[in-house]
């Protein structure tokens, strides 16, 4: 069965820094791939999402993440942190188009300092 | 945007007592979805349904736990007899393709 592993449960960074949030899957088929996030006391929202096709994706608030099938990662980057990123960060893998088989990683938290 | 909604936001009971989460998930999605958060710890799997039946489940989806889709808008969760362990956010959702997310119901069991 497909499954997400997240390294790191939580990442601090200084504002304006780079951010990095690692992300390995297991699947057996071509994965779908997606990364959610979850500010305090709120849902999930979508923040990109890999089907198939180019394989650096780019996501709302000027985050992007990179398919990468000879890794098996996923990794969610953004060039310059704000302090409104600050929230927890899921990352998730499907095997099939409907995406009725979603397995979520365990999260990170990111932190960002003044 | 449509969005996925949840009803109530917060809901509190007592050991043993029956709740029903309830949703309406995006109109024209054709997946429907439960999960729950425990605090701090990572989102779960519970359930999935398409056309009127569950398709997948997991292995804390047990008997406790029942949907249904009582009319073509709402999806709604029942727990039977909660325990204090069932206290979690619950989450709706619904997809097409991605998965959308409602903003999730705030179970506390006491």
């Known amino acids: 069965a497909q499954s997400v592993t997240q390294l790191g449960s939580h990442v601090s960074v200084s504002e304006g820094a780079l951010v990095l949030l690692r992300c390995n899957y297991s699947s057996s088929v071509p994965p779908y791939l997606f990364w959610y996030v979850q500010y305090p006391n709120q849902g999930l929202q979508l923040l990109l999402k890999?089907?198939?096709?180019?394989?650096l994706v780019k996501g709302i608030n000027g985050f992007e993440a990179e398919f990468k099938k000879s890794e098996t990662s996923f990794h969610l980057t953004k060039p310059s942190a704000h302090m409104s990123d600050a929230a927890e960060y899921f990352c998730?893998?499907?095997?099939?188009?409907?995406?009725?088989?979603?397995?979520f990683g365990a999260g990170t938290r990111l932190t960002v300092k003044p | 945007e449509p969005e996925v909604t949840q009803t109530p936001s917060h809901q509190v009971t007592q050991m043993g007592q029956e709740v029903i989460l309830r949703c309406v998930p995006i109109s024209n999605h054709l997946y429907f979805y439960w999960y729950r958060q425990i605090l701090g710890q990572k989102v779960e799997f519970l359930v999935s349904f398409y056309n009127n039946e569950i398709s997948e489940k997991s292995e804390i989806f047990d008997d406790q736990f029942s949907v249904e889709r009582p009319d073509g808008s709402n999806f709604t969760l029942k727990i039977r007899s909660t325990k204090l362990e069932d206290s979690a956010m619950y989450f709706c959702?619904?997809?097409?393709?991605?998965?959308?997310f409602g903003p999730g119901t705030r179970l506390t069991v006491l």
């Open positions: 998730a893998v499907s095997e099939t188009p409907g995406n009725n088989d979603m397995r």
């Open positions: 959702a619904s997809s097409v393709g991605p998965v959308y």
């Open positions: 890999y089907t198939t096709g180019a394989t």
